[in-house]
């Protein structure tokens, strides 16, 4: 997820059960450079990342959102508003 404006799955919903699995994984997010811009919107990808639940057809106990980033949120809502919605 990038910025608040251009947001896009890379690797949907995926059940990884074996080193298989995981391998596919890797290729597929090793298939795509990360983009040039440099903002960085953890609120963004809170609210895109929130809403993927709904689309998920899995069910869970818990739902986390773990994300990693290459500075701080910069563009968008403050994080804080958007985590604790």
């Known amino acids: 997820v990038h910025g608040t404006t251009w947001q896009h799955i890379i690797v949907p919903w995926t059940v990884i059960a074996n080193r298989a ?20 919107s953890i609120s963004g990808a809170l609210q895109f990342s929130s809403d993927l639940f709904a689309e998920s057809g899995f069910q869970g106990v818990k739902r986390v959102i773990d994300i990693s980033g290459d500075g701080p949120n910069n563009q968008g809502a403050p994080v804080d508003i958007i985590r604790d919605e």
Do not use: C
């Open 21 to 40: 699995d995981a391998e596919r994984v890797v290729e597929r997010l090793s298939a795509h450079a990360p983009n040039s811009a440099r903002r960085t």
